[in-house]
């Protein structure tokens, strides 16, 4: 499932952070790549320290506090996020997320790209998802983001002009298998849509205990 979220930042955190972002002091993005993604990454990152250790905390309390990524990603662990940024003729070919990161290691259940400039302010630089029906290019506006399977072979096109700006992280969810996250989170929002229509019901409590069931049989925490 690919999910995207119009509004992972308020506005006012979106603004402040794109501003924040350009005042980093960037390095080679390969420094952080995997042996075999090491050959098709071509970007900037941000340098560790108190700059963007602050930009990082608001992006992961975002992703705390949003309703979607906990219906949809039910997050056990959220990693800090890398800071990229991408000028003319930087791109990251096709590749897998490593499975493991950290230590001790975090399983990469989720990928999580936040965007943190506008797409008319740059050309290119889509996000490109190889899916079982094609791939899907996404482009999203400053303060958007999408959540989409680890497992998933996906690249960020060369940007042709200006500078395409993201904070990238991984989650790790106490549900491991994709399917049944997929089937919670369908589950969830049709018992809120049908409680929303009719109040309390017969088949509601059906719904609900259907969910609580598949959590408590899937959950790993």
């Given at each position: 499932?690919?999910?995207?979220?119009?509004?992972?930042?308020?506005?006012?955190?979106?603004?402040?952070?794109?501003?924040?972002?350009?005042?980093?002091?960037?390095?080679?993005?390969?420094?952080?790549?995997?042996?075999?993604?090491?050959?098709?990454?071509?970007?900037?990152?941000?340098?560790?320290?108190?700059?963007?250790e602050a930009v990082q905390q608001v992006i992961?309390?975002?992703?705390?506090?949003?309703?979607l990524v906990q219906l949809a990603a039910r997050?056990?662990?959220?990693?800090?996020?890398?800071?990229?940024?991408?000028?003319?003729?930087?791109?990251?070919?096709?590749?897998?997320?490593?499975?493991?990161?950290?230590?001790?290691?975090?399983?990469?259940?989720?990928?999580?790209?936040?965007?943190?400039?506008?797409?008319?302010?740059?050309?290119?630089?889509?996000?490109?998802?190889?899916?079982a029906g094609g791939e899907q290019a996404i482009?999203?506006?400053?303060?958007?983001?999408?959540?989409?399977?680890?497992?998933?072979?996906?690249?960020?096109?060369?940007?042709?002009?200006?500078?395409?700006?993201?904070?990238?992280?991984?989650?790790?969810?106490?549900?491991?298998?994709?399917?049944?996250?997929?089937?919670?989170?369908?589950?969830?929002?049709?018992?809120?849509?049908?409680?929303?229509?009719?109040?309390?019901?017969?088949?509601?409590?059906?719904?609900?205990?259907?969910?609580?069931?598949?959590?408590?049989?899937?959950?790993?925490?």
């Amino acid at each position: 499932m690919i999910l995207c979220i119009a509004d992972m930042l308020t506005p006012a955190e979106a603004a402040d952070l794109s501003r924040k972002f350009d005042g980093l002091e960037m390095g080679d993005g390969k420094l952080t790549a995997g042996w075999l993604a090491r050959d098709v990454k071509k970007n900037r990152q941000a340098f560790s320290g108190p700059a963007a250790e602050a930009v990082q905390q608001v992006i992961m309390a975002a992703l705390r506090r949003h309703p979607l990524v906990q219906l949809a990603a039910r997050p056990k662990v959220i990693r800090a996020p890398l800071l990229s940024a991408y000028g003319i003729s930087e791109e990251y070919g096709a590749h897998v997320d490593d499975a493991l990161m950290g230590s001790p290691p975090t399983r990469s259940d989720l990928s999580c790209t936040v965007f943190l400039s506008a797409p008319e302010d740059y050309d290119g630089g889509e996000l490109v998802i190889e899916t079982a029906g094609g791939e899907q290019a996404i482009k999203l506006p400053l303060g958007a983001a999408v959540v989409y399977p680890s497992t998933t072979l996906h690249r960020v096109n060369a940007v042709t002009r200006g500078t395409r700006k993201v904070a990238v992280t991984w989650m790790q969810s106490i549900i491991r298998d994709g399917e049944i996250r997929e089937m919670l989170f369908d589950l969830d929002r049709a018992r809120r849509s049908l409680h929303e229509r009719i109040g309390r019901s017969p088949e509601g409590d059906l719904l609900a205990k259907v969910s609580a069931n598949l959590l408590r049989r899937h959950a790993e925490v």
